[in-house]
């Protein structure tokens, strides 16, 4: 046991010194990628307006969103009516996005009782 614990201490110790030597390196490298994304100057109020500026712009695109989903909603319904007309591989991608969809719903439920299948927290 101590033995592991003597090559976990020396990797972190070396994860450490390359961090410390390649970190700057690359904070600068990505930095300089992605420097039309950084808004001058960088300061608080800067990064305050930008985030209002989201947050009112996201509020602005709902009555977009709403008038898409009601159109993805009128075409489900006429779907549903001419249902007779249907092909199969549009069931058999129906079907598997119900499916999808309520396999994320189990999985978020597994997540949220902490990774357990009972619901048992010991």
Known sequence: MASKLHQLQARASQATQFVSKHGSAYYKQLLEENKQYVKDPPTVETCNELAKQLFYTRLASIPGRTESFW???????NMWKNRHE??????????????????????????????TFTGYYP
């Open 71 to 77: 159109k993805e909603l009128d075409y489900v319904k």
């Open 86 to 115: 249907l092909k199969v591989e549009d069931a058999g991608v129906a079907a598997l996005f119900g499916i999808e969809c309520f396999a994320w719903f189990c999985a978020g439920e597994i997540v949220g009782r902490g990774f």
